[in-house]
């Protein structure tokens, strides 16, 4: 298996411009979480979704932050407008029914200028 | 309070040395605990996982929870260069699908030859 895909790898945009990050989960994973990373706060939970239902999204800092998962092999992870502090990187991880453990894909570094 | 509280660092030690990286948490309702290792740019991978209080053993890696001090533990025998790494310690209230993880901030550890 090719493991958790992100696209794209880097983002670099200015303040104001819609963001878009995507996710592919392991194939036969159920759950998938997305996560922000910075120096100051560490991997945070923004939102996570099981069968393609969010569950908990209280993580999700601002109105524009928004998540989507249409199906079982593609999630979105859009900021609109995005803005300086936005800037981290963004981590999508996928599980297997039952729980255990998170396959985190390779991340997307996001700049926001 | 951050729920889960991990010594940034920068850990810096010799090779061969044995390293200790340290986790406290302030929920008594958590009851798994997991270690995982993250290299420069790349996305957390899971290297223990251990539930309740113990020890569990893998290899040059031992971890241990305390659940009475609330306190979590990773050692590393023999580190090698290779262990060069943030090790981030998480934990979750149950094992089950429903369950999300509380990450620490990391421990960035350097394995100097």
């Known amino acids: 298996d090719a493991g958790v895909i992100q696209s794209p790898r880097h983002e670099v945009t200015e303040m104001g411009q819609e963001v878009t990050l995507r996710c592919k989960p392991i194939s036969g994973h159920n759950s998938l979480f997305w996560y922000r990373q910075t120096m100051m706060r560490g991997l945070e939970l923004l939102i996570y979704f099981n069968n393609n239902v969010p569950i908990d999204d209280s993580g999700m800092p601002e109105d524009r932050f928004s998540a989507k998962m249409p199906n079982a092999s593609f999630s979105t992870l859009k900021i609109q407008p995005s803005e300086p502090r936005d800037s981290a990187v963004y981590f999508c991880?996928?599980?297997?029914?039952?729980?255990?453990?998170?396959?985190f894909g390779p991340g997307t570094r996001l700049t926001v200028t | 309070q951050k729920e889960v509280e991990q010594d940034p660092g920068p850990l810096s030690v010799p090779e061969g040395a044995i390293v200790s990286l340290n986790c406290t948490y302030s929920n008594s309702a958590f009851q798994y605990f997991m270690w995982y290792r993250q290299y420069s740019r790349k996305g957390p991978e899971l290297l223990m996982y251990t539930y309740s209080s113990g020890n569990k053993e893998d290899g040059r890696f031992t971890a241990q929870v305390d659940k009475s001090s609330k306190y979590i533990s990773l050692f590393i025998r023999d580190s090698q260069p290779s262990d060069s790494a943030t090790y981030l310690c998480a934990t979750t209230h149950s094992g089950g699908t429903a369950s999300k993880l509380t990450f620490g901030t990391g421990t960035r550890l350097q394995v100097t030859l």
């Open positions: 991880a996928s599980r297997g029914d039952g729980g255990g453990e998170q396959y």
